[in-house]
C-alpha cells in the first residue's frame, strides 16, 4: 500500500508540468531568446528538472500526457511556447526562461532555431504547373462537401483494386507533430504543419510549388476558392494557426493576401478548419482553458467558444456568435481562495457544416469547464448564415463540467464538482440527405454515441446509439462519414478501463439507426517507450463507394468492405521506412485528427500525430494502385 501511495504521489506532482494532448492541438508557437548557456549545461539542468517534474507523466504516460518521444519529436520552440505563452503557462509558474528553455532542449536535442522552421527548397518543382482549376477533382477543406460527408463518390480507385494500392510517393514533414489534412485541387496540394510552414506540392509527384511561414502552428485543414473579380489574386488558400489569426494567401504563389486575428483569449486557437461559402469565411474557435483552469491560481474560466465570419476577400470581421450565451460572472471561489467564473467552455474543436436550403450553420461543441448551468456545451447549435444569431441548441450531454487532471488523486482546488465525463463533440457535424429527400443530422460524441438529429424541428433527437463505451479522448473522436445509405464512424476508447474498450468502426443505417456492423481494431503491433502502442481509432474517417477507410494511433491504414465490415487492406506505417521527396529524414507513425483524403485515383494521408500511446512521425503518403 505505502508503494502505491507514493507512486500516486509522484504522478500527482509530475503532472503539474506535463504538457498534455492540448499542446499538440492549439499552443502558439513562438521564439525565446535567452541569455542561458546552451549545450551541455542546458542538457544537464534540463535532464534535472525534467526527472524531478515531468519524468513520471511522461515516461509513463498518464490521461492526455504525450509519452516522452512524442515531445522528443517536437521543435524546441513549441516546447518553449507551451510553458510560456500555451495550454501550460500556467502549470510552469514559477520555473524561470532559462529552465523552460534547458527542459526543452534536454527533451528534443535541439537548440531554438533549428527545429525545421526553415523550409527545405531541394524538391522545388522545375516546371510551372498550368494554372490552378478550381473545377478539377478534389477535396476541398475538411469534409470533402459543405455537408462534411466525407464521401468522395468519384475516388478514381475502384473497390476491387483498393487492396492494390502502394506508396507512390512519400513528403517529410520538418517536425513530428500535429500536420493539416491535406486540401487536394487538382495538381495541387495544400498542407499545413506544426512548425507553422504550410506548403503547396505538386499532388503528382510530391516536388514543392511554394512554402508560406504562418509563423504559428498551423492544424487546421486549407479551404481554397475564387475571389472577387476586383482583387489582384484569383484564388485563396484560406487557414488558421493557433495563435488565433485567419491567414489568406494567394493560391498560386503563396504571398499573403490579408491576415486577421479574431480572438485575444490567450488560451483560444483555430483547431477546426475555416469553411468557405460563397463570399464568406466561417471559422471556428477553440481552447485549452480546460489545461489551464487545474491551476488553483488561476481564476477559471472565461473562454466561450464562437464561430467569426469573415469577408472572404478582406478579412474583415462580419459577425461574431459565441455558442454560450448566459452572462460570465464570478460564482464562487475555491477552496483555494481563487475566483472562479461561469459559464465557460463550449469549444468549437471541428469545421462547421453549411445548411444552404435554411441558411443555417451547424456546429458541435465541447464540454463546459465550470459547474456554472449552460446549455452550449455538448450541444449541437444552429447558427443564421448572415447574421449568426442562434436559431437552435440540443445539449445532449447536461452538466459535463470538466479540467483536465481532475479526475486523478487529489484533485486540484479548480475542480468543478460534480466532475463531467469530458464527452465533448469533436467531429463536424453531417447533414445527410437521404434518398427519399428528408434531411438529418449525424453527430458523432466521445460519449461513443451517435445521434441523428431532426433539422426541421429544431435538432431535435431522431434516434441515438452507443457504439463505444466513450472516454475522454473518445468514443467517437474526430469524424465520421456518410455515403448514400449508412454512416461509418471510428471508436476511439483510448482511455476507457481495459475492459470496457470497443475500439473499432462500426456501420449505422442512417434512416433507423440500425448497426449494421461493427469491427474490433486489431490487437497493436506497435511498442513504444517500452510499452504498446494503442489500437484506437481515433482519426476521422473516409469513405467512397464500397470502402471506409479508417487510421489507428499504431501507425496502421485500414480499408475496410462497407457491406460488412470485413478488412480488405491494412498498411502499416511504422513497420516500413520511406525515402521522402525533399530529401528529409521520413517516419511514419501515429494516425490522428485528419483522416486520409483520395482524389483522382490517389489516396493521400498523414502518418505520424505525436501524441499519447502511438508512434511519432513526419510522413505525407501518396497511394496509388500498384505504386503506379
Not at 524531478?52 to 516546447?79: F, G, I, N
Not at 527542459?103 to 533549428?114: D, E, H, M, N, S
Not at 429527400?437 to 431522431?462: E, F
Not at 443505417?509 to 481515433?538: F, M, Y
Amino acid at each position: 500500500m505505502k508503494r502505491t501511495m507514493n507512486a500516486s504521489t509522484r504522478m500527482f506532482i509530475g503532472i503539474l508540468f506535463c504538457v498534455v494532448l492540448f499542446v499538440a492541438l492549439i499552443s502558439p508557437e513562438i521564439s525565446l531568446s535567452s541569455s542561458a548557456s546552451q549545450g551541455s549545461t542546458a542538457q544537464a539542468d534540463g535532464a534535472a528538472l525534467y526527472r524531478q517534474k515531468c519524468s513520471m507523466c511522461h515516461d509513463q504516460p498518464v490521461e492526455r500526457a504525450p509519452a516522452r518521444s512524442a515531445l522528443a519529436s517536437r521543435s524546441t520552440e513549441t516546447l518553449i511556447a507551451a510553458l510560456t505563452t500555451g495550454a501550460m503557462k500556467h502549470q510552469a509558474t514559477g520555473l524561470t526562461n532559462d529552465q523552460i528553455r534547458s527542459v526543452a532542449i534536454y527533451l528534443t536535442a535541439r537548440q531554438p532555431g533549428g527545429s525545421g522552421r526553415t523550409a527545405t527548397t531541394a524538391n522545388e518543382c522545375g516546371v510551372v504547373s498550368n494554372p490552378i482549376n478550381v473545377s478539377a477533382p478534389q477535396w476541398n477543406g475538411w469534409g470533402f462537401d459543405l455537408e462534411n460527408s466525407r464521401y468522395q463518390p468519384k475516388p478514381g480507385i475502384k473497390a476491387e483494386d483498393v487492396p492494390k494500392l502502394k506508396v507512390k510517393w512519400a513528403f517529410a514533414y520538418p517536425s513530428g507533430r500535429v500536420n493539416s489534412q491535406p486540401t487536394v485541387i487538382g495538381n495541387r496540394l495544400y498542407v499545413g504543419c506544426s512548425p507553422g510552414l504550410v506548403y503547396c506540392l505538386d499532388s503528382r509527384t510530391g516536388c514543392q510549388y511554394w512554402v508560406y511561414d504562418g509563423g504559428s502552428g498551423v492544424r487546421t485543414a486549407i479551404s481554397v476558392g475564387p475571389l472577387a473579380a476586383s482583387t489582384p489574386a484569383k484564388i485563396a488558400a484560406y487557414f488558421g494557426t493557433r495563435d488565433r489569426f485567419v491567414h489568406a494567401v494567394d493560391a498560386e504563389t503563396g504571398k499573403l493576401l490579408w491576415k486577421t486575428k479574431i480572438e485575444d483569449h490567450s488560451a483560444s486557437g483555430i483547431t477546426g478548419a475555416p469553411v468557405l461559402f460563397k463570399d464568406r469565411l466561417y471559422v471556428p474557435l477553440s481552447s485549452s482553458e480546460e489545461v489551464s483552469g487545474r491551476n488553483d491560481k488561476y481564476e477559471c474560466c472565461t473562454f466561450r467558444g464562437s464561430i467569426v465570419t469573415l469577408d472572404a476577400s478582406s478579412g474583415k470581421v462580419l459577425w461574431k456568435s459565441y455558442t454560450i450565451t448566459e452572462p460570465l460572472k464570478p460564482f464562487k471561489k475555491s477552496s483555494a481562495g481563487t475566483q472562479m467564473y461561469g459559464p465557460a467552455g463550449g469549444a468549437i474543436w471541428s469545421a462547421p457544416t453549411i445548411d444552404p436550403k435554411r441558411k443555417l450553420i451547424y456546429a458541435a461543441t465541447g464540454d463546459s469547464y465550470t459547474e456554472a448551468e449552460t446549455i452550449g456545451a455538448d450541444a449541437v447549435i444552429a447558427f443564421d448564415l448572415d447574421t449568426g444569431k442562434i436559431a437552435w441548441i440540443n445539449q445532449v450531454t447536461p452538466n459535463d463540467n470538466f479540467l483536465v487532471g481532475c479526475n486523478g488523486p487529489n484533485p486540484p482546488p479548480n475542480c468543478p464538482q460534480p466532475l463531467g465525463p469530458d464527452f465533448d463533440f469533436g467531429s463536424s457535424p453531417i447533414l445527410h440527405t437521404m434518398p427519399n429527400g428528408k434531411q438529418v443530422i449525424l453527430a458523432g460524441q466521445k460519449s461513443g454515441i451517435m445521434y441523428a438529429l431532426d433539422p426541421d424541428n429544431k435538432g431535435k433527437t431522431l434516434w441515438q446509439v452507443k457504439i463505444g463505451y466513450g472516454s475522454t479522448l473518445g468514443g467517437i473522436q474526430w469524424g465520421s462519414a456518410a455515403d448514400q445509405q449508412n454512416v461509418y464512424a471510428a471508436v476511439s476508447d483510448v482511455t476507457a478501463p481495459p475492459d470496457k474498450r470497443l475500439p473499432g468502426i462500426a456501420a449505422l443505417r442512417i434512416a433507423t439507426g440500425e448497426k449494421l456492423w461493427h469491427t474490433p481494431a486489431p490487437k497493436s503491433d506497435c511498442v513504444t517507450e517500452g510499452r504498446q502502442c494503442s489500437n484506437a481509432q481515433s482519426a476521422a474517417v473516409t469513405a467512397i463507394p464500397g470502402v471506409v477507410f479508417s487510421g489507428s494511433m499504431d501507425g496502421h491504414l485500414r480499408a475496410y468492405s462497407t457491406k460488412d465490415g470485413s478488412i480488405i487492406w491494412d498498411f502499416n506505417s511504422v513497420a516500413h521506412t520511406f525515402d521522402s521527396v525533399n530529401g528529409i529524414k521520413a517516419k511514419g507513425g501515429m494516425m490522428n485528427a485528419g483522416g486520409p483524403v483520395v482524389v483522382s485515383g490517389v489516396l493521400y494521408v498523414n502518418a505520424g500525430y505525436g501524441g499519447i500511446q502511438g508512434q511519432p512521425g513526419n510522413v505525407l503518403l501518396a497511394f496509388t494502385v500498384d505504386g503506379k
